[in-house]
């Protein structure tokens, strides 16, 4: 009997994919609880996900050039280095060093960001992730976004 053909590149991507993003779909085969939502019943969660938009939107608004990251990250660091080349230290929020961070993250994720992080606030509001900070920033409509927030050299 032969061996069935290996998964293609494209196939192991995909499976790969699928089983990282199944926590945050629901997708997922795995029959364990999650640890975060275990033992909220109904309402009880639902006050949880409104306490993560809650602490969002309050920490959004608070600066003019907000930041939620993730330590690791390396769009993140890309975009802190982007904004500090324009002359703007953002307000950055480590969302994995943050107790609430995984309120936060599904709080991000329902206000439309692609991925929880990098998520960036100009005056109190959302103006994406990475991609469009970056078209953003290539078409000239960043710094007349950031001019109100750039420290004097």
Same mark, same amino acid.
């Given at each position: ?24 779909? =629901? ?96 005056? =109190? ?15 000239? =409509? ?12």
């Amino acid at each position: 009997m032969e061996n069935p053909d290996p998964p293609s590149m494209k196939e192991e991507l995909l499976s790969l994919h699928i089983r990282l993003l199944a926590p945050f779909t =629901g997708s997922s085969k795995s029959s364990s609880p999650d640890p975060i939502t275990e033992g909220f019943e109904g309402g009880d969660f639902e006050d949880l996900a409104i306490f993560g938009m809650d602490k969002v939107t309050r920490l959004a608004s608070e600066k003019g050039v907000v930041l939620f990251s993730k330590s690791s990250c390396c769009m993140c660091y890309a975009v802190k280095i982007l904004f500090q080349e324009l002359g703007v230290t953002p307000t950055v929020h480590e969302i994995d060093q943050d107790p609430e961070g995984w309120e936060m993250e599904k709080a991000l994720m329902r206000l439309g960001c692609n991925g929880p992080v990098p998520a960036i606030f100009i005056g =109190g509001k959302l103006v994406g992730s990475t991609n469009e900070v970056m078209s953003l920033h290539l078409s000239g =409509g960043l710094m007349p976004m950031l001019k109100p927030y750039q420290t004097l050299c």
